[in-house]
């Protein structure tokens, strides 16, 4: 046994020696203009960029509505990051799968800053050339975690970006980073859905945000390229990759500025949205909020959306405008939209819904209950609606019909 120990120990020793006279010849001979070194096999770039129009001085209120993650950040008393705090983060990845098999090899980072009486765009990378340089590679990276008040932003990266980075600390037996987080994909689908062919972030830049990815590397190709790369050496097409990585960080700078300005002025903005589904999702926020002064100017805004969404036809907005008259007082309104929404082409279980609350207002404010089962009798008939608006309707037909007083 102490022979053999004694052979793996000269064959691990070796080992060492090569790979450590190996990595240092890689690092030495390697060289990419315009980045320098930030350990063995790991370089680092920056780039200073103009940033994008319609930056606020501040994030606007509404950007909690918008984006809930900043709401959730707001709530923990340190109130709404200031621009500067942001750092927009991506990764790419040797793969789709977050699995411990899955390397991160290229890292961006971007920071506004102040220059010259306005602010900027600065973009920080870092690139792995190998694997045994992932160490450094990593440290390298978690140095941008190291304030405490920053809000780092991402597009998917809370399923995507966080986890890799998490798992390749773990594996390296580091300590993942921690920090508050904001990530752009569900708000992103919330407006966008249905109005952008998808909600990746590269289509919601060119179709939704004006911006322009001629000749941009698809994402999908970087594991191919950098493994290309380990082979070949070939640094054209890699560079081409840390460009894509560089578009997406101003993309996601972008994408903010155009949560800010439909927050802020929603009735005034350029960008198309679906006004139905911000407006209902407004309407919600502004029910399960602590009340407060910013909150009733909230308020004022969401019931203008919902009004205008329900004016234009949307149906959910139609149903929950019609049932917020009602709750309010306004039933001659609220009663009239009703009607109309039970006559319209909407689907089945929003015709079912209004005859619901017609039913139950003719029946407990107006103390009609003809006119109430009638409204149960018409929804008995749309029988599409779904076996759960069958019931109640069969239930509240058979309550009525017992009811002293009613014309028979």
Request: charged share 25%; hydrophobic share 40%.
């Amino acid at each position: 046994m102490a022979n053999l120990r004694d052979r793996l120990r000269r064959i691990q020793d070796a080992q060492k020696q090569y790979g450590t006279a190996a990595r240092a010849k890689k690092c030495e001979d390697f060289e990419l203009p315009g980045w320098a070194e930030c350990g063995c096999q790991a370089k680092k770039r920056e780039m200073l960029l103009d940033a994008p129009i319609g930056l606020p001085s501040a994030l606007p209120p509404a950007i909690a509505v918008i984006a809930g993650d900043f709401d959730r950040i707001a709530k923990t008393g340190r109130g709404l990051p200031a621009p500067e705090d942001l750092l927009f983060f991506d990764l790419e990845t040797t793969g789709l799968s977050t699995a411990s098999g899955t390397v991160s090899f290229l890292a961006a980072f971007g920071q506004f800053i102040r220059r010259g009486g306005g602010l900027k765009l600065r973009i920080t990378q870092y690139l792995l050339l190998d694997f045994p340089g992932e160490e450094d590679f990593l440290r390298a990276v978690l140095g941008e975690f190291k304030n405490s008040s920053t809000v780092v932003v991402t597009y998917n990266g809370k399923c995507f970006d966080s986890q890799i980075l998490a798992s390749r600390c773990v594996q390296k037996r580091i300590k993942p980073p921690e920090y508050f987080h904001a990530d752009l994909l569900h708000p992103a689908r919330r407006l966008w859905k249905g109005i952008a062919s998808d909600c990746s972030q590269s289509t919601i830049e060119t179709e939704i945000l004006g911006l322009d990815r001629t000749g941009d590397i698809p994402g999908a190709l970087a594991p191919e390229i950098w493994f290309d790369f380990l082979k070949t050496g070939e640094t054209r097409r890699l560079l081409g990759i840390c460009d894509h990585n560089c578009a997406d960080i101003s993309g996601l700078a972008a994408m903010l500025c155009a949560f800010c300005e439909i927050a802020d002025s929603p009735f005034e903005t350029n960008y198309n949205y679906s006004r139905e589904r911000l407006a209902l999702y407004w309407r919600d926020y502004a029910r399960r909020a602590v009340p407060s002064e910013e909150l009733a100017k909230l308020k004022e805004t969401g019931v203008m959306l919902l009004l205008k969404a329900a004016n234009s036809g949307c149906p959910c907005a139609s149903l929950a405008y019609a049932l917020d008259q009602m709750r309010a007082g306004s039933h001659e309104d609220g009663r009239k939209r009703l009607l109309g929404i039970a006559e319209a082409e909407f689907p089945s279980n929003l015709k079912a819904a209004a005859l619901r609350a017609l039913s139950i207002d003719s029946e407990r404010r107006l103390k009609n209950a003809d006119e109430a089962l009638g409204f149960a009798n018409i929804g008995l008939g749309i029988k599409e609606a779904g076996n759960y608006w069958q019931k109640d309707f069969c239930r509240r037909a058979e309550r009525l019909q017992k009811k002293p007083g009613l014309r028979r």
